[in-house]
């Protein structure tokens, strides 16, 4: 899908929620489905498979977050998966994170640690981030067990990798010299 179709998924979401005043629900709780399908390839698999009926989609997406989201976030990505953009569902997130902070004037700072953040570290993961960064930031946390120990931020451009893997990497690259 081109980066316009994104974009305008992501902007008519936008729009939906702010008008149901839903928006840093949706942001969130599309943001996090958007991670669940781009890490699951089982799960990607089934909702970018054109084979698989519109109708079994929506019920996969029903069963997966059903109860555990708003009724808005869930008729959302509904649609999307039905609309056959299944597998833009993390992109189309991504996209609405960016603008819902665009919005409030802030960037998205993606920080991916290995296990789930407590809100007080977030928080304070967001005043480091934006003064290192010199830009206000809205921190969205993807737990990926591949970072081992530690976090890797991205804002924007910039990446700033504090994980245990890219020390010993560090260490490792300094031992052998």
């Known amino acids: 899908m081109s980066d316009d179709r994104i974009t305008g998924y992501a902007a ?24 669940a399908v781009v890490s699951s390839p089982e799960l990607y698999d089934a909702l970018a498979d054109p084979r698989v009926p519109g109708d079994r989609k929506q019920a996969i ?18 649609f999307v998966v039905t609309a056959g953009r299944g597998q833009e569902l993390g992109a189309i997130a991504e996209a609405l994170a960016s603008g819902a902070a665009a919005s409030r004037n802030k ?45 890797v931020a991205t804002v924007g451009d910039t990446v700033i990798d504090g994980s245990v893997r890219s020390k010993l990497d560090s260490l490792r690259a300094a031992l052998a010299r």
């Open 12 to 35: 008519g979401i936008l729009e939906i929620a702010r008008a149901e005043g839903q928006l840093e629900r949706v942001e969130a709780e599309l943001f996090q489905i958007g991670q």
């Open 107 to 151: 960037e998205v700072a993606t920080v991916r640690s290995a296990i789930a953040l407590d809100d007080e570290t977030v928080a304070r993961l967001a005043a480091a981030l934006g003064k290192a960064t010199g830009k206000e930031v809205d921190v969205k946390v993807v737990v990926d067990p591949n970072v081992v120990g530690g976090i």
């Open 61 to 78: 997406v029903t069963d997966l977050i059903g109860g555990r989201a708003s009724d808005l976030t869930v008729s959302i990505a509904s």
